[in-house]
């Protein structure tokens, strides 16, 4: 497959602060890129990097092949970039704002009408066309960041944590229109420090902490890497200190805590865990009001390799 | 690209409400204030005809030459009727100088007294008047005696006097000797209130070029961002930028000049194509201080909305928006500074559009306007050339 | 308590602007009352007068620039046209005598026994001796005076007398016959306009400092989910309006307090009984300030907006009551507008003050009416203020 973006051996200082610390990696055709990283460990800068916008001490970038500068008119026309901040004109409604930012890109009035109309229907704004950016809602400003972002069908797109502090309900919004977006023909850079997004909209996820890639792969691939298959917990009202300790001698089981009324288990391999467990606190006669089993998320794989959570 | 960004950065700062009012309200109901507060002024100071009484004695009324002229002073029909007269008795002249209805009385006893309650304009000039009669008299005297004393005389003495004395009273009103008034017919100094005015507004343009040169640069604002990312020449979008902030004050001094011209009745003198270039450099130094201050400093737009309104309001005060003396004392002892100061640049240029009859002065001002916007240009381009950053 | 400690928490995180915007305020009614004393000192008697000579400076010329000298305050421009109008537009000058090369001559050969064809001779010729430039105010009417008395005087005489040290004798005696002037005011009315002028700028900067400053600490009260919090506590708005009120005018008080050091130092001593008035009357005003910035910042909602609202509150009570521009000198329907405006009232205390001999029941009684005039004011402010605040409360 084609390689849209590349990266390589990025490296950019504040100071004597390393933001960005050797950092290399492509983007194929068509796919999603998922940038996962807790705060401040460089993807916005990263992502800065890559669009010219910031000076870096060393390191390439290409796009469709040809060198990323800041006057390179060709590469930037089929670029889309959506930045954490949200950025529109207060003065301009919906559509004068998307019009504003599309007619950067397309001169043709028509085909640019066509675009934004296609960008209102993408983030669900037609109801809003004439609101000003006061007048709306913080998930629907969102959107609204999105659309002008992505009007003029850029070939490769960059979100930079586009759902923060947004209701479920815009956010499943943007999370179907980027998989549109994708469907459609764009390549998409996604970060953001939300697991379940990762989880279910890209394709290959790199993991980022203190400017460097801790870990490169798909959702699955890098869970592998956590050698946690399986994670039970246990509601119980009170837990003997030996039954603990017998349960940690189990098959298969990596680590079992016991705090606050709930049982906390993780096993390194998955197959009957539940329901040996659940034979056992039977047999030693043990009541629990709830019990239920997940896969593990990429956060225990982040968990796992920094040994901190990646929210903060 | 660069009318498509012309017109929305039009439609963003007229739909900027702050920026409208600073930049067209703000100088308008300033100037309203300037107009109620000042109009009256320059009549104020002009001579009033002045109240006083004069104590009704005896001795008054033998005086002949100060009852004569004070009755001509006094006059309704004279052209220049000086004082408006009450004849009363001594106890209501006190009366009415305690009421202050009065600036004095004159009370003739052994001689003339002028009694008054403050030593203020008023007062001088009745003791002048008064002393002018009494001066007059001894001149007739002098001259008589004079005359008695060099001319031999036929005919009878009491005739003589007589003709002597009514050739010198003629000599008294109608003087060989001319005096010509060569004011200029404009003098009206709180013209120079309004001149700042317009200048203040011409730098306050600057917060427009400021807000919208901001919307362009990625290091200053996230739409600056997106523009960064697009494939659009830079420069274009700011030329078109500063256009657009160019028209908008434009359009705002416009609605100043029609304003302050036809309703405040403010003069710029009648050389309308000069006042139409200083207009337009004075608001290009503006665009251009609003420029550097976009691009240089880093700081938030408030910040610079405020340095723009602080520095022009110094400027202002310093070319006499608070106080027309204080132009005056800086011209005269600190010349320096208000050659520096852009909002003196333009308030002098209008001052000497209107007060000069030569345009030395004028074009020095303007010159001076050219530099202080080219300064201001190149520390922008110089800090604009960057076109990554360091950190955004 | 609380509301108070907040207060002052707010106040200490706005204190550099506080601090950079008293201290214009403060520089502008100091620098302004240092400039004033053109405007004010109406009572001066001697014109500044600007003599260009551009005869020789002896004889009857020198015994003109004497008598104008000692009458006039005769000023020093530098000798080139444009200083010397520019003198004359700022008023630095209020009348300017250009004495003619031929001053002298002229007045000389008026002599009664020089040959009348001489004399012809030189009437046809420009009989202009003196030319003037005047500002046509008070002042330039009595510099008027002056030089029309002179020349008069030196035409009669000429033509009466030969000599010349006859004639300026003559003329120097007919002057010295003065009237006696007798005034009968004890009171330094120089220093009380002085001291009316800065009381009067006061209103404009305790004005522009208590709502600025009250305003910007208030909005942060305010601010929407801080104000959803004080609605919902216990405390009854009332109450609650009372103890931001109460800190606000501890602000105000203080504000005020720097005012009147000032005013002390820049004035110096006045009599106790007129410093009294003063200073009661500038602290009613100071706490009516405080009740309208209150009522404004209950107004407004948005932050942005305090800068011009202030502006325009402070800049325009000022202009229309004669705080920058003395009373007596405002037209008359913008004094009937300004009865509407507590400034109005505050201000013309200060201006019946000044022309206060004796104090007696007659003098003080518009006095403290005045004051009862803002006393109204401030409760009206008040009421208005808690009317606002229940209406919002409903909304």
């Known amino acids: 497959m084609k390689t849209i973006l590349s990266v390589e051996n990025l490296i950019k200082k504040y100071k004597n602060f390393k933001a960005v610390d050797d950092l290399s990696f492509d983007v194929k055709k068509g796919e999603i890129l998922g940038l996962l990283g807790p705060n401040g460990s460089g993807k916005s800068t990263t992502i800065n990097c890559i669009l010219s916008l910031l ?67 993408l983030v669900g704004l037609e109801d809003f066309k004439k609101f000003y950016p006061k007048q709306l809602s913080g998930g629907l400003l969102r959107r609204l960041n999105i659309a002008c972002g992505i009007a003029h069908k850029p070939k490769l797109v960059f979100l930079d944590e586009p759902t923060v502090a947004v209701d479920p309900q815009s956010r499943n919004n943007i999370l179907d229109g980027i998989k549109k977006l994708r469907d459609n023909g764009a390549t998409i850079i996604y970060t953001t420090h939300y697991m379940e997004e990762v989880e279910i909209l890209c394709d290959r996820v790199i993991i980022i902490d203190k400017g460097k890639i801790i870990a490169s792969g798909t959702g699955d691939e890098l869970k592998e890497l956590s050698k946690i298959e399986e994670k039970v917990t246990v509601e119980i009202d009170s837990l003997d200190e030996k039954i603990l300790e017998e349960i940690k001698q189990f098959k298969n089981v990596d680590e079992a805590t016991y705090n606050n009324g709930i049982l906390f288990i993780t096993y390194k391999k998955g197959k009957n865990n539940l329901s040996s467990l659940i034979d056992y606190l039977k047999k030693v006669d043990v009541h629990y009001d709830k019990i239920y089993s997940e896969r593990p998320t990429l956060n225990d794989v982040f968990l796992y390799l920094t040994g901190k959570e990646l929210r903060d | 690209m660069f009318l498509h960004n012309l017109k929305y950065s039009l439609k963003t700062l007229f739909k900027n409400k702050m920026l409208i009012f600073w930049t067209y309200a703000f100088p308008l109901i300033l100037g309203t204030f300037f107009y109620l507060a000042f109009s009256n002024i320059e009549n104020s100071e002009k001579l009033d005809i002045i109240d006083i009484a004069i104590v009704d004695n005896e001795e008054f009324n033998n005086s002949i030459a100060l009852k004569e002229s004070f009755r001509n002073l006094s006059g309704e029909n004279e052209q220049e009727q000086l004082f408006n007269i009450k004849y009363v008795d001594l106890a209501e002249a006190k009366t009415l100088l305690e009421n202050d209805e009065i600036a ?30 009494i001066q007059n008299e001894d001149v007739l005297t002098n001259i008589i005696e004079e005359k008695l004393n060099s001319t031999v005389i036929d005919g009878s003495i009491e005739e003589f006097i007589q003709n002597v004395r009514e050739d010198a009273i003629s000599m008294l009103d109608t003087s060989s000797l001319q005096i010509r008034d060569i004011t200029s017919k404009k003098l009206s100094y709180t013209m120079i209130e309004f001149y700042t005015l317009i200048a203040m507004t011409a730098l306050y343009g600057g917060i427009i070029g400021m807000t919208a040169i901001n919307q362009n640069l990625a290091n200053m604002s996230n739409n600056g961002k997106r523009i960064a990312v697009s494939p659009t020449n830079r420069i274009k979008i700011i030329f078109s930028s500063l256009l657009s902030s160019f028209i908008v004050q434009i359009i705002g001094l416009f609605i100043l000049f029609m304003y302050t011209v036809f309703a405040l009745k403010v003069d710029y003198g009648n ?100 530099i202080f916007s080219l300064i201001m240009i190149i520390l922008s381009v110089l800090a604009l050339r960057r076109q990554k950053y360091d950190s955004i | 308590m609380t509301v108070f400690k907040t207060f002052s928490q707010v106040l200490n995180k706005y204190k550099a602007t506080v601090l950079m915007y008293t201290v214009m305020l403060v520089l502008f009614g100091g620098l302004n009352f240092k400039t004033s004393d053109n405007n004010v000192n109406f009572t001066a008697s001697k014109p500044d007068v600007l003599i260009i000579n551009e005869d020789e400076n002896i004889g009857i010329t020198k015994d003109f620039i004497d008598y104008l000298s000692e009458y006039t305050n005769i000023k020093d421009i530098e000798n080139n046209e444009d200083s010397i109008n520019d003198a004359l537009f700022y008023r630095d000058v209020n009348y300017i005598i250009y004495i003619k090369p031929n001053f002298r001559e002229s007045i000389l050969s008026n002599s009664p026994n020089k040959d009348e064809q001489f004399k012809q001779l030189i009437s046809s010729s420009d009989r202009t001796i003196v030319e003037i430039k005047t500002t046509g105010d008070y002042q330039a009417s009595i510099a008027d005076m002056l030089v029309n008395k002179y020349l008069h005087l030196a035409d009669i005489y000429s033509n009466t007398f030969e000599d010349e040290n006859e004639i300026i004798n003559h003329i120097q005696k007919t002057l010295s016959l003065e009237v006696e002037t007798e005034l009968t005011s004890k009171v330094d009315t120089n220093t009380l306009s002085q001291v009316t002028f800065y009381y009067n700028f006061l209103s404009y900067s305790v004005l522009a400092g208590c709502v600025y400053v009250i305003c910007l600490i208030l909005s942060s009260f305010k601010n929407k989910e801080i104000n959803k919090r004080t609605i919902i506590s216990s405390m009854n708005y009332k ?33 106790t009984n007129y410093l009294i008035i003063y200073i009661i009357n500038s602290f009613i005003f100071t706490i009516c300030s405080v009740t309208i910035a209150f009522f404004i910042s209950n107004l407004i909602n948005n932050k942005n907006a305090i800068n011009g609202i202030v502006n325009v509150v402070a800049l325009g009570s000022s202009f229309l009551c004669g705080a920058f521009v003395p009373m007596e000198w405002l037209p008359d329907f913008v004094l009937k507008i300004a009865h509407v405006l507590p400034s109005y009232w505050y201000i013309k205390t200060n201006e019946l003050l000044k022309g206060v001999e004796v104090f007696n029941s007659i003098t003080l009684k518009p006095i403290i009416t005045n004051m009862l005039v803002l006393i109204v004011f401030i409760i009206a402010f008040v009421v208005l203020t808690n009317i606002v605040t229940k209406l919002k409360l409903k909304k």
Do not use: H
């Open chain 2, 104 to 133: 004095g009385y004159l009370l003739v006893e052994d001689s003339p007294k002028v009694i008054v309650k403050t030593s203020g304009i008023n007062e001088t000039i009745l003791k002048y008047v008064t002393e002018e009669i």
């Open chain 2, 271 to 370: 050389n309308f194509p000069m006042i139409i270039l200083l207009s337009l450099t004075g608001s290009l130094a503006g665009l251009s201080l609003g420029l550097a201050v976009g691009t240089i400093f880093k700081i938030n737009e408030n910040l610079k909305t405020g340095i723009i309104i602080a520095f022009t309001m110094l400027g202002s005060f310093l070319s006499g928006m608070m106080g027309i003396t204080m132009k005056y004392i800086i011209d005269t002892n600190a010349p320096i500074v208000n050659k520096l100061n852009p909002v003196n640049m333009i308030t002098d240029g209008f001052y000497s559009l209107y007060y000069y009859t030569t345009y030395n002065r004028f074009y020095f001002n303007i010159i001076s306007l050219l």
């Open chain 3, 239 to 271: 109450s609650f309006n009372l103890k931001l009120l109460l800190s606000n005018c501890l602000f105000a008080i203080v504000l005020w307090l720097i005012y009147i050091i000032l005013g002390f130092l820049l004035v110096g001593s006045i009599p």
């Open chain 1, 55 to 121: 000076k870096f001490e060393s390191g390439k970038i290409t796009i469709f092949g040809c060198e990323m500068r800041p006057d390179a008119y060709d590469i930037k026309k089929d670029i889309g970039v959506v930045f954490q901040e949200v950025a529109v004109f207060e003065e301009l409604n919906v559509i004068d704002n998307i019009d504003y930012f599309c007619g950067l890109y397309i001169k043709d009035k028509e085909y640019r009408k066509k675009c934004i109309d296609d960008a209102i229907k």
